[in-house]
């Protein structure tokens, strides 16, 4: 059954970046941090990276994220999604108008401009036919950035979510969460290293 995960790396104090984000400055001042884990020889870092990306049928993402992935100082063979751990997952990006030109061309690009719930659908698909053709379960994740990712939790299209709770404070920057509806989450999994807390939680649909 495919699935449809949020998965992002946080401060201690809610940011997904620190400030200053940009294309020319991914992670924002300091945001580098976040993703420490990410390139650590820790083996629970590691099975975090590669069974995440093993999952991924389908990849989510707002166009600012985009926008830094594919801007010339984003994605490489060393840094792209899951580098080195699996095959390229189908990539859907969320946005008003595509780009006029694609750097990243050797990566599978669908841009949706009617909005994330149909991003979303368009993801589940790709995600169902890849679990098909793999025979296995593969599931849509959502990397991001933070507002697509609370987007689509208060819009009730989120499964689960994985935080990857990184040890240190940035005092500014995008944050994840800025309101919506409270939500209730189901703690299925607490692991600690040296780098960051792996957290995953089941996310409950809100009764109306």
């Given at each position: 059954m495919t699935r449809i995960i949020a998965d992002i790396s946080v401060?201690?104090?809610g940011f997904v970046t620190g400030p200053d984000p940009g294309p020319d400055n991914g992670?924002?001042?300091g945001g580098e941090a976040l993703h420490t884990w990410a390139f650590s020889?820790?083996?629970?870092d590691r099975r975090f990276?590669?069974?995440g990306t093993a999952r991924s049928g389908a990849v989510v993402l707002g166009r600012h994220l985009f926008?830094?992935?594919d801007g010339p100082n984003g994605w490489d063979d060393k840094t792209g999604y899951g580098a080195g751990e699996v095959g390229k997952p189908a990539f859907v990006v969320v946005t008003s108008s595509p780009p006029e030109s694609v750097r990243l061309t050797d990566l599978d690009w669908t841009f949706v401009t009617t909005g994330l719930p149909d991003a979303v659908t368009v993801a589940r698909q790709r995600a169902e036919?890849?679990?098909s053709d793999s025979g296995k379960d593969l599931d849509v994740v959502l990397m991001g950035g933070g507002a697509t990712i609370g987007s689509a939790i208060d819009a009730g299209l989120v499964d689960a979510l994985t935080l990857h709770l990184a040890p240190v404070v940035l005092g500014a920057g995008t944050p994840l969460?800025?309101?919506g509806a409270p939500r209730t989450l189901v703690q299925r999994n607490v692991t600690s290293t040296s780098t960051a807390t792996h957290l995953t939680y089941d996310v409950l649909p809100v009764i109306r």
């Open positions: 401060s201690l104090d992670l924002g001042t020889d820790d083996p629970d990276l590669r069974e926008d830094v992935v036919a890849a679990s969460f800025t309101g």
